[in-house]
C-alpha cells in the first residue's frame, strides 16, 4: 500500500472480504517498464490490492523488473489475455491451435514470472465477432489445450479463469451455463469461471442468476457499467449483483474494468472496440470506482 497521502474519497475497507483490483488500461495503454511503474504507483495510490496486466502486448515487458515494484507497492497480480484469429484454440485448422496455445503457455510463463497464481481472460479463442457457430471439432480443441494448459498451471499451485464474453467477442462461451459445461468438459480442478458484469448484462438474464448458477466455482469478477465508463452511470443493477456475490460467499479477487479512447492499447483497444471518449482522469474514474464497490460490498456483506 503507498504511504503517499490518499484522497478523502478512498473509502475505508471494513467489511470487505475481497481483494479489490484495476485493470492496468485504466492508466496507460503497453507494458512497457515505465508504463508498468506508473500502472503499479496510481494503482496502489488508489488503494487497490490487485493490479491486472493484459499480456496482448508483452514484448516490452520487463518481468523481473515488475514483480520486484509488484512487491515493493504490496500488490497482487492478475494476467489475462485473449487470441488472435490466427492463434486461435478455437480454430478448426490445427496449426493455427497450435499457435492459440503457444501463446498460452508462454503467458502462464509470465504470469508465473510476475509472482501471480491467476491466469485469466477468453483464453479459449479470439476476441472478437467470429462469421460462424463454434464447431464440434473447433470446440474439442479448446478442451485439450486448456486441460493440458491446466495441468501444467496445477504444477506451478496456479488457476486459469475462463472469462465468459459475449456475441461480439467470442462464439465459444457466451453465458454462465456455458462456461460451466466447458470447465466440466476440461476436468480440471483449477479452472474457474470469471464472470464481467458487462458481457452479462448483454447474454444472462440477470446479473443475479450466473452468480448463484456459478456459486463456489466463481475465481475472478470483472465489474465494467454497460458502456464500461464510470461505475453507477449506466444501467446496471450492481447493487443485486453485490448482494448475490454476497450471498454464494464469494472472498475472490473483483476488479474494476473501464476503457476509453483516452488510453489506447495496440491491438486490445481495437479488438474490444473502444472508440469513445468515457473518461479522461484515471485517476478520478478508479478512485470512484473503488469506493464505489468497496461501499456497496460492504452493504451486502452487512446483512
Ligand atoms: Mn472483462
Given amino acids: 500500500m503507498s504511504t503517499t497521502t490518499q484522497t478523502p474519497d478512498v473509502a475505508p475497507r471494513g467489511g470487505v472480504p475481497n481483494p479489490l483490483g484495476v485493470h492496468a488500461l485504466v492508466w496507460v495503454g503497453d507494458t512497457s517498464p515505465a508504463s508498468v511503474s506508473e500502472a503499479i504507483g496510481q494503482t496502489a495510490e488508489a488503494g487497490f490490492d490487485l493490479l491486472e496486466l493484459s499480456l496482448h502486448d508483452s514484448v516490452n515487458l520487463d518481468v523481473p ?32 491451435v497450435e499457435r492459440g496455445a503457444a ?40 478442451v485439450t489445450v486448456l486441460r493440458d494448459l491446466a495441468k501444467e498451471a496445477q504444477a506451478k499451485q496456479m488457476t486459469l479463469g475462463l472469462e465468459i464474453c459475449n456475441r461480439y467477442e467470442t462464439n465459444v462461451i457466451n453465458t454462465a451455463h456455458d462456461a460451466l459445461r466447458l470447465a466440466d468438459d476440461i476436468g480440471e ?22 452468480v448463484y448458477d456459478v456459486g463456489s466455482r466463481l475465481g475472478y469478477v470483472h465489474i465494467g457499467e454497460n ?77
Fill in 65 to 96: 523488473r515488475a514483480r520486484a515494484e509488484l512487491a515493493e507497492a504490496g500488490l497482487k497480480v492478475v494476467c489475462s489475455r485473449g487470441l488472435a484469429f490466427d492463434a486461435d484454440v478455437s480454430s478448426d485448422d490445427l496449426a493455427v
Fill in 103 to 142: 501463446l498460452l503457455h508462454e503467458s502462464l510463463e509470465v504470469t508465473d514470472g510476475l509472482g501471480g497464481s491467476h491466469f485469466t481472460g477468453a483464453l479459449y479463442s479470439a476476441l472478437g465477432k467470429y462469421g460462424h457457430p463454434l464447431t464440434a471439432a473447433g470446440r474439442h480443441n479448446v
Fill in 189 to 210: 480442478d483449477n479452472v474457474s469461471i470469471h464472470l464481467d458484469t458487462y458481457h452479462m448484462n448483454i447474454e444472462e438474464d440477470d446479473l443475479v442468476r450466473p
Fill in 227 to 303: 458502456h464500461r465508463g464510470y461505475l453507477g452511470s449506466g444501467h446496471l443493477d450492481l447493487t443485486g449483483f453485490f448482494h448475490a456475490l454476497a450471498d454464494i460467499g464469494y472472498t475472490g479477487p473483483i476488479t474494476f474494468e473501464s476503457f476509453s479512447s483516452a488510453v489506447v492499447a495496440p491491438g486490445l483497444s481495437n479488438d474490444l472496440a473502444i472508440w469513445r471518449n468515457l473518461w479522461d482522469d484515471g485517476y478520478d474514474l478508479a478512485s470512484h470506482a473503488r469506493t464505489y464497490i468497496a461501499t456497496g460490498l460492504a452493504a451486502a456483506w452487512r446483512r
